[in-house]
């Protein structure tokens, strides 16, 4: 079963939310789970979609201080994954890159996925 829990989207607002959650997690009082799907969409933004885009070295450091820091676990998907996504694609009306997300936390069954897209909520459970 998967929970969306979702920050109101107005700009302040999200940012505290998300350095409050991040907060937790650096103190470890919470741990959590990022797909190399989110990895990767990340990477892209910050070096080619934002106004001033982050170098490189840096958006690398991030990624790796993640993929190595305890408080967090890096997974990925699998032709299987794919499979359901593709199925959650065309049952519930998704884009097929937040379906594969969708699939990827059922295949490791996470509970709950941090979001500010309302569509999340389409998905049952």
């Known amino acids: ?4 829990s979702l ?3 107005l700009i302040p607002v999200k940012r505290a939310v998300a350095a409050e959650l991040l907060s937790r997690c650096w103190r ?3 741990a959590f789970v990022v797909s190399v799907q989110n990895l990767a969409v990340f990477s892209v933004v910050m070096t080619k979609k934002v106004r001033h885009p982050v170098p490189d070295d840096v958006v690398q450091r991030f990624v790796r ?3 190595t820091y305890d408080g967090w676990t890096v997974i990925g998907y699998d032709a299987e994954t794919i499979l359901d996504a593709v199925t ?6 998704f884009y097929f890159w937040d379906a594969l997300l969708v699939a990827t936390m059922k295949q490791h069954a996470i509970g709950t996925i941090y979001t500010e897209d309302a569509h999340f909520t389409k998905i049952p459970g």
């Open 88 to 93: 959650i694609k065309s049952t519930y009306s």
């Open 7 to 9: 920050a109101i989207p």
């Open 1 to 4: 079963m998967i929970r969306i």
């Open 28 to 30: 470890s009082g919470i």
């Open 65 to 67: 201080n993640i993929h």
